[in-house]
């Protein structure tokens, strides 16, 4: 062994090859680290016509604020457009905020992760802090991901409670009158949704980001009224869905806050889902207010009723309306047409919270809840209403730039592209071969 | 470094006196020229289709025109860079010239770079034959020239690294067909190494993507210009180039 080695270690082959390979070796290691470092810390310069590695100002003030480590799931069927475009997207994030990593996963091959995070569906996103703080979102858009990173980031994520107890819509119930629908949608956005019965509970549970009193049937008893006019007037929120044929006791409380309900359904001849009663309102034009500044589709109140003002409480508390008519609208069979309120906001001047009141507690049942207008409307609502108000809407980008080319000028690009410019080619060579053979 | 310029324009003069330029020039022209008349017409169609009813998202010539076609340059070039660079040291070594270069003053790594920068003007030439697109398209309507340019950027560095690998293939054999064969080979490998590696850990499979040029690529034409793509296709380049000088180091010493 010793006289093979001896043999060979002094020939100029062997010093050659070892010089070759140490050389090699170190060059592919130096590539690697220049491209590790690179890895880290890269720039890059969106040129593209759609800008679509360029997030939106707001998101980008969004994202750069973030003080906390954050982790991004994707669950999306691996290599498909939707991961591709996550993937992309989420690129842009990381690159403004290293405080953000992500994955892209298969619920399909991580069914324990998706588990864990309750993915039923496929483009599903969850953002997570390090403490095991989540806010899951349908969709893998800008909004989806900036909303998320809003409503995880600033402060704890309350739930939203649906009173039962006097035959409101159940949140569990998915037959044509129940609350299902609205239930997953308002999961589906991040929000925990549960049921709370006041009979029996001395206060509103201290999580609760949002009350919703959907459509009770019987009366409440004094204390639930007390228990919830207290979390009113300590600052809470309200979303108060009624109708006004159901003698609840909500009355006297809506009283209290300066708003009466009028009794017999609402009627616009001029605006009502096609196919269905005078009285199936189709709303399209809406007040200007933070829930409904970006609404653009319409909403289905069926069976709605007017709402009124107290104009003596207006000391008290600040009105804005959410949802109106048309001014074709009536009360009933009467004939005198107008503007009617089915939606008013509430807030007191006094550090009271804020009530958002419907004349209809229809609109969201799973029936309803299908139309896009009306299950936009109330996310919207439960977003102003929790607190999420720095949410984000993103634009969407419209590059359309046509070009219209008559028969003639398609003739041509297809003549010079096929044959003029090719041809051009071959008489270039031609005269070299010729030249060539001159020589 | 005073020979590159030498070996740079010998190179030219024999592209420039062989067919195999002319070659590749003509099916690339007529190629993405086909592709380009027929995508003009069905966008035209479309615009009319789309004005008529509703406005598309990012319906423009840049997008749907020229971005495609910029990648159809690009595959293309998988198939005909090889073709290019399968003679520079094949045909050498074939020819017994290659003994003369050896033990001419001409050092292995004036002799490699100078190949490289003859066929990068040669390619580069090939390429600038298409510049008559964007100008077409920007006549009958508007293109945005950042994402062309970025297009563009990124044929010339992948046309790097694949003549870069070209080179190295070429310099392993005297058989011409051999080089293009492997050449396309190893180009095809890079092309499509970050596809269905779904089987595979992430990790592996974080790598493997990173490492094709078809992300690299894309990103680019669809114009953004990322450091990281940039310095992976110069990587590249360097590391055929190197390579390819120590396998002429080699056969110096043989």
Known sequence: MRKIFMRYSGKRATIMGLNVTLATGLFIFIMIIVNLIIGQYFFRIDLSSSKKYTLSKESRKIVKELSKDIDVFVFTREKSTSSSRAEELLETYRYLNRRISYSIIDPDKSPSLAEKYRVAKYDTLVISTKDDKFVKAEGIGEAEITNSIVKLTRGAVKKIYFVEGHGENQINDKERSGYSMLREGLEAIGYPVKSLLLLGAEKIPDDAGLIVVGGPRTPFKENEIKILTDYFKSGGSLIILNESIVVSGMDRMLKEAGVSMLPDFLWDPTAYLSGSELTTLLIKDYPRTAVTENLRLPTVFPTASALSIFAAMKSLYEYADVVATSKNASIGKSKEAGVFKVGISVIGRKGEGQMIIFGDSDFVTNLYYQFPGNSALFRNIADYMMGAKGLVTVAQQENFVPMYLSKGQSGAIYYTSLFIAPSLILIAGAFMWLRRRGL | ?254
């Open chain 2, 1 to 254: 470094m005073k020979y590159i310029m030498p070996v740079v324009k010998k190179e030219l003069r024999l592209y420039f006196y062989s067919p195999i330029a002319y070659v590749v020039a003509l099916v690339f022209l007529s190629v993405t020229g086909y592709f380009f008349s027929i995508n003009c017409a069905s966008f035209s169609t479309s615009a009319i289709q789309a004005s008529a009813s509703e406005v598309l998202r990012n319906f423009n010539p840049t997008e749907v025109i020229m971005s495609p076609i910029i990648g159809t340059m690009g595959t293309l070039f998988i198939l005909l860079t090889p073709l290019m660079t399968m003679r520079l040291f094949a045909e050498e070594k074939k020819l017994r010239t290659i003994e003369l270069l050896m033990t001419s003053p001409v050092s292995v790594s004036e002799l490699v770079i100078g190949k490289y920068i003859a066929s990068m003007i040669v390619y580069s030439m090939i390429i600038s034959l298409s510049i008559y697109m964007p100008f077409t398209l920007n006549y009958f309507s508007s293109v945005n020239w950042g994402q062309v340019i970025a297009g563009y950027a990124g044929l010339l560095l992948m046309g790097s690294a694949m003549i870069a690998i070209g080179l190295f293939t070429s310099s392993l054999t005297d058989k011409q067909i051999l080089a293009a064969v492997l050449g396309i080979g190893i180009l095809v490998l890079f092309w499509f190494m970050g596809l269905a590696t779904g089987a595979l850990q992430r990790g592996v499979s974080n790598l493997m993507t990173n490492l094709s040029f078809l992300k690299h690529f894309n990103n680019m034409r669809s114009g953004l210009l990322d450091l990281r793509g940039i310095i992976f296709f110069i990587s590249v380049t360097a590391a055929g180039l190197f390579l390819s000088m120590r396998v002429m180091e080699a056969h110096r010493w043989k």
